[in-house]
């Protein structure tokens, strides 16, 4: 049981009347719970018992005025029974006469003839008288012939009788009884004035005890019992889990393999109360809410009420939250980085009327590390920065109020360390070097003695190996075999067995092509290829087609200038002719001439 509380006494309500209890008080702190080997054995005092089953009443033959009464033990005694209470009563009298008997079995005399007594009994404790059985009565001198009962049929979820007696009757009373825990037997009363009876509701493959006696004109006549079994196999019983949520309400979650049925969730404050007269919610969901009264510890039970009476789960314990020990609302985070966390909540309940101190608690799961951190104030949206955090780690983290509540919680992943930038490779005659930006550079709270670790994956024989860590930002690789394409990593150099590690640089190299571009991410680079692949494509085809444009203009133009050439150089007389376009053709004696060189003297032609 949680008290919910930090004060030193607890009352335990919910306790069976005389049993042993072994007690141990576990002490809960903000962040440890304490266990201990003391223990106090107590032994709760004795109930009120049960009323006693069967009631027997015969007429004495010998001797007038006498009526032999008889009965079995109760159930539950919840004690020792000390003694038995016989009460008798003339018919429609309300004044009872009490006879004492140590024994099942007593006789009381000296009553009137041919008058009807009404008579009960009840057995004693040390706690007092307990429930009395079901009133029966007889006319002394009159002894009746017990009730004759036929089972006409038997299926899995019902049973059909047929009643019948030798004296005139007014009615039968039936009495069903079935037991599904050894200490709880259940019953139905019936009341038939026909000579056909059919139970229904019932459970396949229990047995069933069926209590017979006929109420005629002058008095009840003795008892028939008899047991039947139902057809079929006793279903299982369900499993029962409750939850509270509040101060007044219950969440009930029931697991069951069945088809789908009616439900009932049964409640009260003790086990007493929980059989005689229990709070009950039926529903065909097997989740459900249950609104309770106050804030008590309550007991649940849940059976199936329909199509037929099932067997009860096991108990389930719930104590209530009152107002002030409700948990935090809607823990959530709002912003993760690597080194810190933005939280949000709402307080328990809705505008409180002062301020309210909360506990975060913080638990690394990685490193097995606990802190805790307070904060007061009265807003209705709570928000805490959660700082010194670690880059690539796991937490626990929890809220509630200081005063040892329930507490609200979930877990934290923070951001790890980002990858490298820049990882390149050079290439010597038999080794390769990795070289990449150092992490300090971008990250402030990087330690360069922490340094970095260098996997490769290879392409053909599909296995990555680990080939060291360094505190430098390069790395000597040798021994690469030829043909074979390599995958290297880098990344910061993972702690505690590998739990904490920062993302890894991605490089890929063909020995045959030369490196690739390095990128963090196997998807990114796939991503950028998709990109640049086609830039690179069209821009290869127009430079390609503007070289082949320059290269047919720059043969046209070369053709053009040789036929001019020949066509006004004389390599005989080693002299050319110039003119304009219009005096192409005239002999014009006073037309410049350019004459008088060689072929190895340069032609400028301006």
Same mark, same amino acid.
């Given at each position: 049981?949680d ?10 309500t ?11 008080? #576990?002490?809960? %702190?903000?962040? *440890? ?13 004795e ?21 032999k ?10 004690g ?16 009872? $006469? ?26 004693v ?14 006319t ?29 009757? *007014? ?7 079935w ?18 009876? /059919?139970?229904?509701?019932?459970? =396949? ?16 006549? @003795? ?9 079929? $196999?006793?279903?299982?019983? @369900? ?6 949520l ?5 969440? %009930? ?10 439900y ?6 003790s ?8 709070? &009950? ?8 809410s ?6 008590? &510890?309550?007991?649940?039970l ?7 009476l ?11 939250? @009152?107002?002030?020990r ?8 709002v ?33 097995k ?8 104030? *009265? ?22 109020l200081?005063?040892?509540? /329930? ?9 790890? #360390? ?34 970095y ?8 024989? /599909?296995?990555?190996a ?8 390069y ?20 702690? #505690? ?35 640049v ?42 002299? =050319? ?6 005096e ?11 004459s008088?060189?060689?072929?190895d ?6």
């Open positions: 049981m008290t919910h509380s930090n004060k030193s006494s607890y009352r335990l919910v306790l069976k009347p005389d049993t042993t209890y072994q007690v141990k008080v #576990l002490t809960q %702190c903000l962040n *440890k719970l304490h266990k201990t080997n003391e223990a106090i054995t107590i032994r709760t005092p109930g009120f018992p049960d009323p006693p089953r069967n009631l027997q009443l015969t007429c004495d033959s010998n001797e007038d005025g006498t009526v009464v008889s009965w079995s033990p109760p159930d539950n005694s919840h020792l029974i000390r003694e038995y209470i016989v009460d008798y009563s003339e018919d429609e009298v309300n004044d009872w $006469t009490s006879q004492r008997s140590t024994k099942n079995i007593t006789e009381v005399k000296e009553l009137q003839p041919n008058m009807l007594y009404r008579f009960r009994v009840a057995a404790t040390s706690r007092g008288v307990g429930n009395w059985t079901e009133i029966k009565s007889i002394p001198q009159k002894a009746l012939p017990p009730p004759v009962v036929k089972a006409t049929n038997i299926s899995s979820d019902s049973m059909s009788f047929s009643l019948s007696s030798q004296t005139e009757t *007014k009615y039968y009373i039936v009495i069903v009884y037991q599904f825990d050894s200490h709880v037997k259940e019953s139905h009363t019936y009341n038939i004035t026909q000579g056909e009876f /059919k139970a229904t509701n019932l459970t =396949a493959g229990t047995v069933y005890e069926m209590a017979v006696w006929a109420h005629t004109s002058i008095g009840d006549s @003795p008892t028939t019992l008899s047991h039947y079994q139902t057809r079929g $196999t006793q279903p299982e019983r @369900p499993l029962l889990k409750v939850k509270a509040n101060q007044t309400a219950v969440e %009930c979650s029931i697991s069951i393999d069945s088809a789908p049925l009616v009932g969730v049964f409640y009260a404050t086990f007493l109360d929980l059989y005689r007269s229990p709070h &009950q919610v039926q529903s065909t969901s097997l989740s459900l249950v609104t309770v009264d106050s804030d008590e &510890q309550y007991l649940f849940a059976r199936v009420v329909s199509p037929f099932g067997p009860p789960s096991d108990y389930a314990v719930v104590k209530m939250i @009152p107002d002030e409700l948990p935090p609302r809607n823990l959530h985070r912003r993760v980085g690597k080194t810190q966390a933005l939280l949000k909540w709402q307080p328990p309940f809705d505008t409180p009327d002062g301020p309210l101190t909360y506990v975060i608690h913080v638990k690394d799961v990685i490193r590390g606990e802190r805790d951190y307070k904060l007061t104030t *009265k807003n209705n949206t709570v928000e805490y920065l959660l700082r010194g955090l670690e880059s690539g780690g796991r937490y626990s983290v929890s809220v509630r200081r005063n040892m509540t /329930k507490e609200a919680s979930f877990t934290l992943n923070t951001v790890p #360390l980002p990858a490298p930038e820049a990882l390149k490779i050079l290439t010597e005659n038999d080794h390769v070097f990795l070289f990449w930006k150092s992490l300090a550079v971008q990250e402030k709270g990087f330690n360069e003695s922490r340094g670790e260098v996997h490769v994956f290879d392409s053909v024989t /599909k296995q990555t680990y080939l060291g860590n360094t505190t430098e930002t790395f000597r690789i040798s021994s690469l075999l030829v043909g074979h394409n390599y995958t290297f990593s880098v990344q910061a150099r993972c702690l #505690l067995g590998g739990q904490l590690c920062g993302e890894p640089a991605l490089l890929l190299y063909n020995q045959q092509t030369g490196s690739r571009e390095a990128s963090h991410r196997d998807n990114h680079s796939r991503d950028m290829a998709s990109v692949v086609p830039v690179l494509f069209l821009l290869v085809v127009v430079v390609g087609s503007g070289l082949v444009a320059l290269y047919i203009r720059h043969r046209r133009l070369q053709n053009n200038f040789t036929a001019f050439a020949n066509s006004h150089y004389n390599s005989r007389l080693g002299s =050319a002719i110039f003119s304009s376009g219009d192409l053709g005239d002999d014009d004696e006073d037309a410049p001439m350019i008088g060189f060689s072929d003297v340069p032609m400028v032609i301006a």
